[in-house]
T-cell receptor, first 113, second 109 residues
Framework: DAMVIQNPRYQVTQFGKPVTLSCSQTLNHNVMYWYQQKSSQAPKLLFHYYDKDFNNEADTPDNFQSRRPNTSFCFLDIRSPGLGDAAMYLC????????????FGPGTRLTVL | DAKTTQPTSMDCAEGRAANLPCNHSTISGNEYVYWYRQIHSQGPQYIIHGLKNNETNEMASLIITEDRKSSTLILPHATLRDTAVYYCIVNNQGGKLIFGQGTELSVKP
């Protein structure tokens, strides 16, 4: 089945130690999104790629970066994780920005010690 | 994008219809109503969307009032696996999903 895959499902890092979360998709969708979901809160969009075009949300901290080396893969880099960055990180895809049916992966739960 | 208002939580008996309301009184003419749900510890899942006509698919029905200021998501025969947070989102298909707090639906045996 076509899907959105996130690895790892659980990630533990130390305060200030860079961490990378990965997302891959077999849907061949043009758009890939990263959301942050803190405990008991709704998902919040960090940024998205339309093909190779990167679109950052205005309130996304500089500590968060992303890379999309090809259509299938997208990475979320957190340069210096703080305790407040502990959250579930969700990757999603859609065919295009005119299509709001987004397909979400299972998420990576990040713990910062 | 228009703001939505949903009840914080609802209960439903297993096998009965679950009717989840959403108010979006500031919706504009080109904005769609989308519903997603998020089962605990999973990513959100698309359910259905509509502009002004009622819509039905294999998961649910969406009833939009004639003035488009509110809508109701109907799960016709709720099961325990439908226990989740249900998000009503209004936007103009610009690609951005702005999630509100949603309704936590508990389906009880």
């Amino acid at each position: 089945d076509a899907m959105v895959i996130q690895n790892p499902r659980y990630q533990v890092t130390q305060f200030g130690k860079p961490v990378t979360l990965s997302c891959s998709q077999t849907l061949n969708h043009n758009v890939m999104y990263w959301y942050q979901q803190k405990s008991s809160q709704a998902p919040k969009l960090l940024f998205h790629y339309y093909d190779k075009d990167f679109n950052n949300e205005a309130d996304t901290p500089d500590n968060f970066q992303s890379r999309r080396p090809n259509t299938s893969f997208c990475f979320l880099d957190i340069r210096s994780p703080g305790l407040g960055d502990a959250a579930m990180y969700l990757c999603a895809t859609s065919r295009g920005t005119g299509y709001n049916e987004q397909f979400f992966g299972p998420g990576t739960r990040l713990t910062v010690l | 994008d228009a703001k939505t208002t949903q009840p914080t939580s609802m209960d439903c008996a297993e096998g009965r219809a679950a009717n989840l309301p959403c108010n979006h009184s500031t919706i504009s003419g080109n904005e769609y109503v989308y519903w997603y749900r998020q089962i605990h510890s999973q990513g959100p899942q698309y359910i259905i969307h509509g502009l002004k006509n009622n819509e039905t698919n294999e998961m649910a029905s969406l009833i939009i009032t004639e003035d488009r200021k509110s809508s109701t998501l109907i799960l016709p025969h709720a099961t325990l696996r439908d226990t989740a947070v249900y998000y009503c989102i209004v936007n103009n298909q610009g690609g951005k999903l702005i999630f509100g707090q949603g309704t936590e639906l508990s389906v009880k045996p």
